[in-house]
């Protein structure tokens, strides 16, 4: 049997059918290392860098940057010096790219939709066993911000992310667009799914509604890790919040989009149209104009819960990105109890601060409301 092992074009979420190779990071003749970031790809909602999950000598590259390649085809071979050109042309020629859908797992998360009293909330679900996790977006994204991270976080518990009332594809009319209807939805589709109790995550006004729900249900919350959380001090970058709700067009949204990456070639055109597509949506403008000025009015966070969160009893961990642009990173020490960990920036050498552990520490980076 050949030593060949093919590099595939990815599939990111359910809804993904193809991709276009945007770029190749790595020649014909590189030695490739499990990890190395190989090649970048887009679609029509994310554009990221692929990382190599096996090593080798990478002999042939198929795919060609600025083309669009179903789920599954063939982009590059690796391959030892052993093999010949012949066999790897061989290869390349036979090779099928499965119809789409066609030996995709059952495990991987599925969107379902649940009635709850705010109203209908779409929500993915990964099957497993034990105390489930649940992902909690920030300010104007979805459950599908979590793309990268379901597998990988899952195990063989039971993982579930919803899209808030006023995001994705939830329901839009439900008011008032305040804090409390967040933590009512999170608490009511615990019920929804039968879990007593559950660990909760949530990337920044996720973090905010995450901490609250420990704090007012103490019980039901397992654990808490807040992602570049909002709720831990006042200042809050008001160029992003109100640039991304009164945005209208590309011009007025790409800039404010810039403050999510410290690569900001990573705001693609792709990423900018599907956001406009979700903001034009009726009742998506004046939800989300509500909900900021009721959390985040003039650059100043409205409602603060390190103190109650100390108080709570659960479990915090802290991850937070060191050069966030859009809430500090040293809002962290509000939580000296908790675990934080504070990566740095990929251009910065590791520094104190950059491993910054309270009493122990956590990980993760990012930034948004």
């Keep these: 049997m050949l030593d060949i092992t093919p590099i595939l074009m990815p599939k990111w979420g359910l809804s993904m059918r193809e991709g276009k190779l945007a770029a190749w990071h790595v020649a014909e003749g590189a030695t490739i290392a499990p990890g190395d970031e190989i090649m970048d790809v887009e ?5 990221n860098v692929v990382e190599a999950a096996d090593g080798g000598l990478l002999r042939r590259r198929v795919g060609v940057e600025g083309e669009t390649y179903p789920v599954r085809a063939l982009l590059a071979v690796m391959a030892p010096a052993s093999v010949s050109e012949d066999e ?17 797992e059952e495990t991987g998360p599925a969107y379902q939709f649940a009635d709850l009293p705010a109203g209908r909330i779409r929500y993915a ?45 939830s329901v839009k009319t439900a008011r008032p ?11 009511a589709f615990l019920d929804h799914i039968g879990a007593a109790k559950a660990h909760l995550a949530g990337h920044s006004m996720g973090g905010l509604i995450a901490g609250s729900v420990a704090i007012g249900h103490p019980d039901r919350v397992a654990s808490v890790t807040l992602i570049c959380p909002a709720g ?20 007025d949204l790409k800039p404010v989009l810039g403050y999510l990456f410290h690569d900001q070639s990573l705001v693609s055109r792709a990423m900018v149209e599907d956001l406009l597509k979700y903001k034009r949506l009726d009742g998506v403008q ?64 590791p520094s104190t601060s950059g491993q910054t552990r309270m009493r122990a520490g956590s990980a993760g980076a990012g930034s948004v409301s």
């Excluded at 679609?43 to 554009?47: M, R, S």
């Excluded at 831990?232 to 011009?251: M, Q, S, W």
């Design 43 to 47: 679609t029509d909602k994310i554009a």
């Design 88 to 104: 790897i042309d061989a290869y390349v020629a036979s090779y099928e790219t499965p119809a789409a859908g066609a030996g995709e």
């Design 125 to 169: 679900e990964r099957p497993g066993e034990g105390v489930p996790l649940l992902l909690i977006h920030g300010f104007g994204g979805d459950l599908d911000n979590w793309l990268f991270n379901i597998d990988a976080l899952a195990g063989d518990r039971p993982l579930y992310a919803l899209d808030l009332p006023g995001h994705g594809q």
């Design 177 to 187: 667009a305040a804090l409390a209807l967040m933590v009512d939805t999170v608490v």
């Design 232 to 251: 831990l001090g006042e200042p809050i970058n008001a160029a992003y919040v109100d640039g991304f709700v009164k945005a209208t067009g590309r011009r």
């Design 286 to 349: 004046e939800f989300l104009a509500e909900l900021a000025g009721n959390l985040f009015q003039g650059g100043r966070q409205a409602v603060l819960i390190a103190k109650g969160l100390g108080a709570s009893g659960v479990p915090v961990q802290v991850i937070w990105g060191e050069g966030d642009a859009i809430i500090p990173a040293t809002q962290a020490s509000a939580l000296p109890g908790a675990r934080v960990t504070l990566p740095p920036i990929p251009s910065m050498a």
